[in-house]
């Protein structure tokens, strides 16, 4: 069984979602783009544990926290999942409320006829919902799940029970939430999970509550609990008959079954010995957080092989995990499970899926879109450019497109270091959640611009001054923000727009300290300025791999600095945070 279709209506940051899956997928995308929300609407409708919970959503689960309309009607949570590839004993369960799929045009077949579903691209599959309301008379929020197929003739539909559920095989794992009772014995942890899965009902409950309730709890007169507890029993008998309040200790109480099932948990050696030589043991989740993360993952194999067919959702697995380690989980869980869906921000993670698993997801206004990553590039380059180009571009919000390495790390550092200066006039790239990546080449600028833009992304770019107007427009069609610089080559910019006095310094520097290279003329007082502007360009250009125009310019003050590279750095700031003006910047500044 694998999960095909997502439509999500109302819940949480989600106004609307039409979302189609891979067989393998995984979901990437800026922080608080509805990642988790998509996982979690899907635990509402196939999580066998989550309508357990009570309540099964409230206030906050609504868009905008809106639950009534202006007559005081309920505007309900609507999720609707699409299931597939369904096996030959649940095809014969849910054989009432199977439809047929248009896997060309992701749709429903609306009464085919029957030669129809015997097309290739024609697949039987399952559609299950949810429904959130709240309930004016109750004064309560409910939750409800069913079968979206046949509606029955009063409009409602059949319930799509617990048992049902269990036949869809789908699991959520909230990777540092379930860590944490992985190994314990409350409802829905994993242990429990593979418990069930083996049909075993552990019969300890009366014993363990028995022998808790007789445990005197300090006793030991050295205490002084135990006078104290005298004292308070005398005083009482001088004003009630003897029979009350009689011999007090402390033991525990309030203690049920639940109660249990939350403090029972595994304990693990922690590789220490104690004075007497005896391992130390402690709750498997006092271990590291890797330790942990490993266990619950061999967990999932277990349960993976148990349930034979089962549809994992997975939020970032790489969390305290070390690249070979990620790479591992991800080929054991893909493996062993009908299906794998993760959320993920590690470059080691993506490169194990296809581009076309690779869902990029974005959300503008409540509409959350997923678009295939489909990166521009060879296949058989895939693996080393997703981690050494492309990785954080997709997982960011906005990004700014360079031509080089040269530009790449110069703007980046140069703009953390203007933050630290005037925060007032200038923030980092990273904090205003802007990926850069280099084009390697001023003819893939355009085409890069145009890719992460058709992904969702505020798209911007840094380059050279074009031979004519016609490249320029090819460039700032593409983008949403583009920026042309005054020189052809960012080294000749540097050279030709910087502070003189200040690049005299940075050679005076480098000089000082032997690094000037041998085959490269030195600069002295002699030198001439267009020696001098010839003799730094060729030095730029031999120590590329060295940042030396970052080093150069990040020692630079402001009034330093190319007017150019100052303005495009507030302009892309302003374009942010547009309601913040400094009345020292122009729209000029950017283009010099």
Same mark, same amino acid.
């Given at each position: 069984? &694998?999960?095909?279709?997502?439509?999500?209506?109302?819940?949480?940051?989600?106004?609307?979602?039409?979302?189609?899956?891979?067989?393998?997928?995984?979901?990437?995308?800026?922080?608080?783009?509805?990642?988790?929300?998509?996982?979690?609407?899907?635990?509402?409708?196939?999580?066998?544990?989550?309508?357990?919970?009570?309540?099964?959503?409230?206030?906050?689960?609504?868009?905008?926290?809106?639950?009534?309309?202006?007559?005081?009607?309920?505007?309900?949570?609507?999720?609707?999942?699409?299931?597939?590839?369904?096996?030959?004993?649940?095809?014969?369960?849910?054989?009432?409320?199977?439809?047929?799929?248009?896997?060309?045009?992701?749709?429903?077949?609306?009464?085919?006829?029957?030669?129809?579903?015997?097309?290739?691209?024609?697949?039987?599959?399952?559609?299950?919902?949810?429904?959130?309301?709240?309930?004016?008379?109750?004064?309560?929020?409910?939750?409800?799940?069913?079968?979206?197929?046949?509606?029955?003739?009063? %409009?409602?539909?059949?319930?799509?029970?617990?048992?049902?559920?269990?036949?869809?095989?789908?699991?959520?794992?909230?990777?540092?939430?379930?860590?944490?009772?992985?190994?314990?014995?409350?409802?829905?942890?994993?242990?429990?999970?593979?418990?069930?899965?083996?049909?075993? &009902?552990?019969?300890?409950?009366?014993?363990?509550? =028995?022998?808790?309730?007789?445990?005197?709890?300090?006793?030991?007169?050295?205490?002084?609990?135990?006078?104290?507890?005298?004292?308070?029993?005398?005083?009482?008998?001088?004003?009630?008959?003897?029979?009350?309040?009689?011999?007090?200790?402390?033991?525990?109480?309030?203690?049920?079954?639940?109660? =249990?099932?939350?403090?029972?948990?595994?304990?693990? %050696?922690?590789?220490?010995?104690?004075?007497?030589?005896?391992?130390?043991?402690?709750?498997?989740?006092?271990?590291?957080?890797?330790?942990?993360?490993? =266990?619950?993952?061999?967990?999932?194999?277990?349960?993976?092989?148990?349930?034979?067919?089962?549809?994992?959702?997975?939020?970032?697995?790489?969390?305290?995990?070390?690249?070979?380690?990620? &790479?591992?989980?991800?080929?054991?869980?893909?493996?062993?499970?009908?299906?794998?869906?993760? !959320?993920?921000?590690?470059?080691?993670?993506?490169?194990?899926?296809?581009?076309?698993?690779?869902?990029?997801?974005?959300?503008?206004?409540?509409?959350?879109?997923?678009?295939?990553?489909?990166?521009?590039?060879?296949?058989?380059?895939?693996?080393?450019?997703?981690?050494?180009?492309?990785?954080?571009?997709?997982?960011?919000?906005?990004?700014?497109?360079?031509?080089?390495?040269?530009?790449?790390?110069?703007?980046?550092?140069?703009?953390?270091?203007?933050?630290?200066?005037?925060?007032?006039?200038?923030?980092?790239?990273?904090?205003?959640?802007?990926?850069?990546?280099?084009?390697?080449?001023?003819?893939?600028?355009?085409?890069?611009?145009?890719?992460?833009?058709?992904? %969702?992304?505020? !798209?911007?770019?840094?380059?050279?001054?074009?031979?004519?107007?016609?490249?320029?427009?090819?460039?700032?069609?593409?983008?949403?923000?583009?920026?042309?610089?005054?020189?052809?080559?960012?080294?000749?910019?540097?050279?030709?727009?910087?502070?003189?006095?200040?690049?005299?310094?940075?050679?005076?520097?480098?000089?000082?300290?032997?690094?000037?290279?041998?085959?490269?003329?030195?600069?002295?007082?002699? !030198?001439?300025?267009?020696?001098?502007?010839?003799?730094?360009?060729?030095?730029?250009?031999?120590?590329?791999?060295?940042?030396?125009?970052?080093?150069?310019?990040?020692?630079?003050?402001?009034?330093?600095?190319?007017?150019?590279?100052?303005?495009?750095?507030?302009?892309?700031?302003?374009?942010?945070?547009?309601?913040?003006?400094?009345?020292?910047?122009?729209?000029?500044?950017?283009?010099?």
């Amino acid at each position: 069984m &694998k999960i095909i279709n997502l439509k999500i209506n109302n819940f949480r940051g989600i106004k609307h979602c039409d979302l189609n899956f891979a067989a393998q997928t995984v979901l990437v995308g800026d922080s608080n783009t509805g990642k988790s929300t998509i996982l979690e609407a899907i635990d509402l409708v196939l999580g066998p544990e989550r309508a357990s919970r009570r309540p099964v959503i409230d206030e906050h689960d609504f868009f905008v926290g809106k639950y009534l309309d202006h007559e005081n009607k309920s505007i309900d949570i609507r999720i609707e999942v699409t299931v597939a590839d369904l096996d030959l004993e649940q095809r014969a369960h849910f054989m009432n409320h199977i439809e047929w799929w248009n896997t060309e045009s992701f749709s429903i077949l609306q009464e085919p006829p029957p030669e129809s579903t015997d097309s290739e691209n024609i697949i039987p599959v399952l559609r299950v919902g949810f429904r959130g309301y709240y309930d004016a008379e109750e004064d309560d929020f409910f939750g409800e799940t069913f079968f979206v197929s046949p509606e029955l003739d009063d %409009g409602k539909h059949e319930v799509f029970r617990t048992s049902d559920k269990r036949r869809c095989g789908f699991l959520y794992l909230r990777t540092l939430r379930t860590g944490n009772r992985a190994l314990s014995l409350e409802r829905g942890s994993l242990l429990d999970i593979i418990l069930k899965l083996r049909e075993l &009902k552990p019969q300890m409950w009366e014993d363990v509550l =028995l022998q808790l309730r007789e445990i005197s709890v300090a006793s030991k007169p050295e205490l002084g609990i135990s006078e104290i507890l005298t004292s308070v029993q005398n005083a009482v008998r001088e004003l009630v008959p003897v029979e009350c309040a009689d011999a007090p200790s402390i033991r525990v109480s309030q203690m049920t079954r639940e109660h =249990l099932r939350q403090i029972l948990t595994v304990f693990m %050696g922690t590789g220490v010995c104690n004075d007497d030589g005896v391992e130390y043991a402690a709750p498997f989740n006092h271990q590291g957080t890797g330790t942990i993360n490993t =266990l619950v993952l061999s967990l999932l194999s277990m349960i993976a092989e148990l349930k034979q067919n089962v549809i994992f959702a997975m939020e970032e697995p790489e969390i305290a995990i070390p690249p070979h380690t990620q &790479k591992r989980i991800i080929k054991s869980v893909v493996g062993k499970s009908a299906q794998a869906i993760f !959320t993920s921000h590690s470059p080691y993670v993506l490169e194990e899926f296809d581009p076309t698993q690779i869902i990029v997801v974005d959300r503008k206004n409540g509409v959350l879109t997923g678009v295939p990553a489909q990166l521009p590039v060879k296949p058989k380059d895939f693996r080393n450019e997703v981690k050494r180009r492309f990785c954080e571009a997709l997982l960011a919000r906005r990004v700014l497109i360079v031509e080089g390495r040269t530009e790449y790390d110069t703007l980046f550092r140069l703009a953390e270091k203007l933050e630290t200066e005037r925060p007032d006039k200038f923030s980092s790239l990273g904090s205003l959640g802007i990926a850069v990546i280099s084009a390697d080449t001023d003819s893939q600028v355009a085409p890069l611009g145009e890719y992460f833009k058709k992904l %969702g992304k505020t !798209t911007y770019a840094i380059y050279d001054k074009q031979p004519n107007d016609k490249d320029s427009k090819k460039i700032s069609n593409n983008v949403d923000f583009s920026y042309e610089s005054p020189e052809k080559g960012f080294e000749r910019l540097v050279v030709n727009h910087t502070n003189k006095v200040a690049l005299k310094r940075y050679v005076d520097l480098v000089i000082a300290e032997n690094k000037w290279p041998s085959h490269i003329e030195k600069i002295n007082d002699e !030198t001439t300025s267009d020696d001098f502007n010839e003799l730094l360009m060729k030095y730029f250009r031999h120590n590329k791999a060295e940042s030396s125009v970052a080093d150069c310019l990040c020692m630079c003050v402001e009034t330093e600095l190319p007017k150019y590279i100052v303005g495009t750095l507030q302009a892309i700031r302003l374009s942010i945070i547009p309601n913040e003006v400094n009345p020292d910047f122009t729209d000029d500044d950017a283009h010099e």
